[in-house]
């Protein structure tokens, strides 16, 4: 029965009781039929119990088609509907109680997502915090000329990049199985308005939430939602934050639990990547060269490089000049100077490199539906080399193991 359905199938039974006020019960659902069902539950006694039944019961079909297709916790998924949360479409700019269809490249599968988080007055907004739309960014000349940034520029980014990894750091601490991405976006949007930021992905370009959640076979721009983090699963927690008019950016992938070894090589080579492209930054170096390097340390891993998605400038605006490819053979163009600022963000993957787009118009998932790993850095271009200015802390919490040794 769809949403639209206004009827019920007579049944032989008599022994059923109403699934709404408990009377003797001769209808039953006919999706409930279709999809062989329990009888108990999807039997009415008049058309009257079975429509003001409708909201709720038709939430039954929900789990079973999710069950059906690999979904697990679908229970969780039901609740969530009937909580009134829903799924992202239209690249955040609509929601559905609808299961969306895809040709699923994975296991994972999309769940209802709560609504946007509220931000104080007080808090210094993005241009794009109240409607969605960036207006300054997309005709900026930093769209075209990198900026070298000015001295007290770089202070600001520097409190502002600090911020960004207290806040990724206490996102990291609940990372557990059992945990909600949701849960996890709430720690980061809660840690980022009490140290007096934004967070910047939150309605940029219509994105409905504070941070991405990247899990398993998502390469990037995963959107929180109700799904459960299992045993076993990777997650990648993208946060940026936007205090004293600039914004820091960072990422980190994380295991859940006990994961298989070909996930520990792929999240451990992916750290490396970014480690090995931040040695070679200093003045004179050409940003094409990062691919290169990048690409190189992946191909020995036997892992690939995805295509579609860059490093960025950074600074007043979220995403500027220079663009930054991670894979080689790149045509990048531009030549690192001193003053300089921009993001280092390697995806890896450990299938093919060639990316598919979920139904919500964010979530970019390997096309093979393999595991995907990714770590970034805002880094400073210095007089003699690099500064990464998102760099772990001593307090920053003891997530890899190749760090122990």
């Known amino acids: 029965m ?26 039953q659902c006919p999706k409930c039929v279709e999809l062989k069902l329990p009888r108990e539950g999807a039997a009415f006694c008049s058309q009257d119990c079975f429509k003001a039944s409708w909201s709720s019961h038709k939430l039954v079909h929900l789990k079973a088609k999710l069950s059906s297709n690999g979904s697990e916790n679908a229970d969780d998924m039901s609740i969530a509907l009937n909580e009134g949360w829903k ?68 202070k600001r980014m520097k409190e502002t990049s600090r911020i960004a990894r207290e806040v990724l750091d206490a996102a990291a601490r609940v990372i557990k199985p059992g945990i909600t991405t949701d849960e996890i976006d709430a720690v980061v949007h809660e840690a980022t308005i009490a140290a007096g930021g934004y967070p910047s992905p939150l309605n940029y370009h219509f994105f409905p939430k504070s941070c991405c959640t990247s899990v398993n076979e998502v ?58 492209a ?73 299938g093919v490199w060639r990316d598919r787009l979920w139904p919500d118009g964010w979530t970019a998932v390997a096309a093979d539906g393999k595991r995907s790993a990714q770590f970034e850095h805002t880094l400073l271009v210095t007089e003699t080399g690099v500064e990464v200015l998102t760099a772990r802390l001593p307090s920053s919490p003891d997530m890899f193991p190749w760090l122990k040794a």
């Open 278 to 350: 931040i040695a070679i930054v200093k003045p004179g170096v050409r940003f094409r060269e990062v691919g290169e390097v990048i690409n190189r340390h992946a191909s020995m891993s036997g892992f690939s490089v995805v295509k579609s998605y860059c490093g960025h400038g950074i600074g007043e605006l979220f995403h500027c000049a220079p663009n930054i490819p991670h894979y080689g053979k790149n045509k990048a163009v531009g030549m690192m100077k001193a003053g300089q600022t921009f993001t280092i963000e390697p995806m890896i993957n450990s």
């Open 87 to 154: 799924y992202c479409i239209k690249k955040g700019q609509a929601r559905t109680s609808k299961f969306p269809l895809f040709d699923w490249t994975g296991t994972l599968r999309p769940y209802p997502i709560s609504s946007m988080r509220n931000v104080p007055a007080h808090i210094d907004k993005p241009d794009w915090a109240i409607d969605g739309i960036p207006k300054v960014e997309p005709s900026s000349d930093l769209q075209h000329v990198v900026e070298i940034k000015t001295p007290e520029q770089i």
């Open 2 to 27: 769809d949403e639209n359905s206004n009827s019920t199938t007579t049944v032989v039974e008599s022994s059923l009781s109403c699934g709404r006020c408990g009377k003797p019960a001769l209808l």
């Open 219 to 276: 390469i990037c721009h995963g959107i929180p939602d109700s799904r459960r983090l299992e045993d076993g699963d990777i997650v990648n927690v993208d946060v940026t934050v936007y205090y004293k008019g600039v914004h820091g950016d960072l990422n980190e992938t994380y295991f859940v639990g006990n994961v298989d070894e070909t996930s520990k090589q792929l999240v451990k080579c992916t750290y490396e990547c970014l480690e090995k």
